[in-house]
């Protein structure tokens, strides 16, 4: 019989210590023209989760690593800041 060993949790939180979840930010200010994702999606690192329209360009951006797609935090047509979080990752 094998005896299953306790799991670690992380600070006051109780939150079960995994991989962190990875935050994917734009590089560039402009409109989500494109997201080709759905949450609960899988990604491989460098896959392209939105494009951002700047300057009559269609801008891409991809994931910094493979995961699922946990979160999406905008939507067509949002206007985003430089530097923006726009989906989370988990790895």
């Given amino acids: 019989m094998q005896k299953k060993l306790p799991q670690a949790f992380c600070g006051d939180n109780k939150k079960a210590i995994g991989m962190p979840d ?3 930010v734009t590089e560039v ?3 989500v023209c494109a997201i080709p994702v759905e949450v609960g999606g899988s990604v491989a690192d460098g896959d392209d989760v939105a494009f951002i329209e ?5 801008i891409p ?3 910094p690593a ?4 946990k979160l999406l935090l905008v939507r067509l047509d949002d206007v985003v800041a ?3 979080a726009i989906a989370i990752v988990e790895s």
């Fill in 61 to 63: 951006v991809p994931s």
């Fill in 82 to 84: 430089e530097g923006q």
């Fill in 22 to 24: 990875i935050k994917i």
């Fill in 54 to 58: 700047a300057m009559k360009m269609e």
């Fill in 66 to 69: 493979a995961g699922t797609i």
């Fill in 29 to 31: 200010a402009g409109r």
